[in-house]
């Protein structure tokens, strides 16, 4: 049961994430579920795919009422990422269990670094891209 | 032609970081589409979130066929962040965002290391 709350405050710390961030927040669900629920790292994955749909959804909709939604675009750039939607679930499927949660541990190593890189960089670039 | 061209190289790269690693794929689509298709960050932001919402429900899919998807804990994390995340655009309007980016960083620093060790 403390399991089951610790992953219902992942998802929400999770989605204020997604919500303020515009990325990153899909990241915490499989790692919750493996350390918490005590899934595979491919089926947690796989899981996590699920809480993301309305998850996004909901922040692309609150963005919308922002409007800071290229819906067109942004649909139009989904369905043309089914090819390598495809790939990835086939090398997933693939890869050792281990093999996959270590090149994920490294993804997540990559994304933090991204995330500090956008907010450290110099003031004048940072004014185009700006978040807040 | 070239645009089109552009956004399917783009979703083909989030796809593929979607599939096999089961995130949405905006670390990959929101720079992109700031650097390359000439977006707003905001904009970029909003948009990769319709992405992400179509790409997810198709890397879902292909999972769920594999027999991967355990459909009852996904609504157990997915619900709570459907209510986070309009509760973090509500605060991204008005918090400033850089302390929330450092320490989001650092709990992913933690998350890698406590998923190896």
Known sequence: MANELAVVAVGLLAGVVAGMLGVGGGVLFAPALVLFLGQSQLHAEATALVAIVPTALAGAWSQHRYGNLQLREGVLLGALGVGGGLAGVAIANEVPEHALRVTFAFFLLVVAFQLVRRELRPEESRRRGELA | ?117
Do not use: C
């Open chain 2, 1 to 117: 032609m070239r645009r089109t061209l552009q956004l399917a190289a783009v979703g083909t790269a989030a796809g593929g970081f979607s599939g096999l690693f089961g995130v949405g794929g905006g670390i990959v689509i929101v720079p992109l589409l700031v650097l390359w298709l000439g977006y707003e960050q905001r904009e970029a932001t909003g948009t990769s979130l319709a992405a992400i919402a179509v790409i997810a429900a198709v890397t879902a899919g292909l999972h769920a066929l594999y027999g991967n998807v355990d459909f009852a804990k996904g609504v157990l994390i997915g619900v709570p962040a459907v209510f986070g995340a309009v509760i973090g655009t509500w605060l991204q309007q008005i918090v400033p965002v850089r302390w929330v980016t450092l320490i989001f960083a650092a709990l992913l620093v933690a998350v890698a290391v406590g998923l190896v060790v």
